[in-house]
């Protein structure tokens, strides 16, 4: 990462910084003018706030757009960069109005955006920054920062598919992936209950666990615990590397990106500043 010049702004949910405040009140603060000044650029219709042209007293959020003609308007002066162990359900959008949105689980005071997408049921280490520009610079398939899964499979992982994704896989798309690093870390059956569930014949239809999976004809299902590290960043690219192979992801876990590794005491769903040294890696 390229961003050890730059210190971290300390004010992750200091509620005295959150809320709106008056627009000629933020541009003072940004150091752009005069309080009296900035009441004069909005009248004369320099300023907009997300777009639309700002009016006289109004009030802006933190993580609103302020602009002066072209030019963005910030108050921040450092960089934030936070790690968050991001829980089962949250979706890695910006748009606040999603309900289960990142930005609105964080509810952090000024606008920010994440850097490397999870899925709605996918947990684990998520950047968070103010600035788009660093996320760029991180997400940039050029880059190839590894990223490093835990998942468990339905389907029994066995060698062959390591040595199938050391290759690349052909997960549908354009090309095949890059070279992936599977490690199997364990392997296990699981009865399965019969379930008996009757068709209208009053047969045997299904078995399943209590997850609903389906079970072979003996009644168990194989399951798999793994550490999947890819290059790149495709959409759905671990359960779709691993369907190459035939498994089926039911569970999955980002546990480091890069240098950065998860911290074991950030408990689900909460976030922390990186440190400094975590910043220069
Ligand atoms: N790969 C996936 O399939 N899902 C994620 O959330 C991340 C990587």
Redesign the pocket.
């Known amino acids: 990462m390229q961003c050890s010049s730059n210190k971290i702004e300390k004010q992750f949910l200091d509620t005295e910084n959150k809320g709106p405040v008056r627009l000629n009140k933020y541009l003072s603060e940004a150091g752009v003018c005069s309080r009296r000044e900035a009441d004069k650029l909005i009248a004369a219709g320099q300023v907009t706030v997300d777009g639309v042209r700002a009016e006289t007293g109004m009030k802006v959020e933190p993580w609103q757009v302020v602009r002066i003609g072209k030019k963005q308007v910030s108050r921040q002066e450092e960089m934030i960069v936070l790690a968050v162990n991001k829980p089962r359900g949250i979706v890695c959008t910006e748009e606040r109005r999603e309900r289960d949105s990142i930005v609105r689980f964080l509810n952090y005071p000024v606008r920010i955006t994440y850097v490397g997408?999870?899925?709605k049921d996918?947990e684990g280490l998520l950047l968070i920054t103010d600035d788009g520009q660093l996320a760029h610079q991180l997400l940039s398939p050029k880059k190839h920062v590894d990223?490093t899964?835990f998942a468990v499979t339905e389907g029994k992982v066995v060698p062959e598919d390591i040595e199938k994704i050391r290759l690349g896989v052909d997960i549908g798309d354009e090309k095949p992936t890059l070279p992936g690093k599977l490690e199997i870390l364990r392997t296990w059956e699981e009865n399965v209950e019969r379930k008996n569930v009757e068709g209208e014949s009053g047969a045997v239809i299904a078995n399943s666990n209590a997850a609903g999976h389906k079970a072979d004809p003996e009644g168990s299902i194989w399951c798999s615990e793994i550490l999947l590290t890819?290059h790149e960043?495709r959409f759905?690219?671990?359960?779709?590397m691993m369907e190459a192979v035939g498994k089926k992801?039911i569970y999955?876990k980002?546990i480091s990106m890069g240098p950065l590794i998860l911290p074991e005491n950030l408990a689900k769903g909460q976030a922390r500043e990186l440190t400094e040294e975590e910043l220069a890696a």
Do not use: E
């Not at 759905?236 to 779709?240: A, E, G, I, L």
């Open positions: 997408r999870l899925d996918t990223k899964y890819i960043g759905h690219q671990v359960k779709r992801v999955l980002r």
